[in-house]
T-cell receptor
């Protein structure tokens, strides 16, 4: 089975540009998560979806960030406009609901650099 | 205060050593606990679950102390391949909101 697929793997952009990160979860998983990882702050939960519906977006830093899940096999995380402090590795992860609550499968991450 | 806190390390230990990591969490209503492992420039992967009664998986032992709100991971007979960052994970908000600690880095040397 294919794992969680993220694209792009690497992106370098200039401040002010729009960035769109994409994720395809594992088929059959009904939860999808977006995390951001930096050296300073570790792995932060940004938002998660259940059956394509956003459940908790309290971790989204500000209005410049938005996430969508139009169907069960695709999600996007958009940053507009991007800033240098957004530089991080963004991970998408998916899992089945209970009872396997802790088995979270991560993609390889999208490494974003904003100049 | 962060919801999940860990000592960032690094822990530098020789092969064969026993090393222990601790993690504290702030939400007393948290339901489930896990340890994940993250290799350098890779994604995190589930290492093991943590149960109140304690659980063991080979050289790895995980324990939970609900009264003190901390979780521990013990690694016996360390191998070079154990070098990684170990992330403590607490599940809150029902059974599906996974909160990660910042991780503890372990470096095992010959």
């Amino acid at each position: 089975d294919a794992g969680v697929i993220q694209s792009p793997r690497h992106e370098v952009t200039e401040m002010g540009q729009e960035v769109t990160l994409r994720c395809k979860p594992i088929s059959g998983h009904d939860y999808l998560f977006w995390y951001r990882q930096t050296m300073m702050r570790g792995l932060e939960l940004l938002i998660y979806f259940n059956n394509n519906v956003p459940i908790d977006d309290s971790g989204m830093p500000e209005d410049r960030f938005s996430a969508k899940m139009p169907n069960a096999s695709f999600s996007t995380l958009k940053i507009q406009p991007s800033e240098p402090r957004d530089s991080a590795v963004y991970f998408c992860a998916s899992k089945r609901g209970q009872p396997m609550a802790g088995e979270l499968f991560f993609g390889e991450g999208s490494r974003l650099t904003v100049l | 205060r962060k919801e999940v806190e860990q000592d960032p390390g690094p822990f530098n230990v020789p092969e064969g050593a026993t090393v222990a990591f601790n993690c504290t969490y702030s939400n007393s209503a948290s339901q489930s606990f896990f340890w994940y492992r993250q290799d350098c420039r890779k994604e995190p992967k589930l290492l093991m679950s943590v149960y109140s009664s304690g659980n063991e998986d080979g050289r790895f032992t995980a324990q939970l102390n609900r009264a003190s709100q901390y979780i521990s991971l013990l690694i016996r007979d360390s191998k070079l391949s154990d070098s990684a960052t170990y992330l403590c994970v607490v599940v809150s908000g029902g059974y599906n909101k996974l909160i990660f600690g910042a991780g503890t880095r372990l470096a095992v040397h010959p």
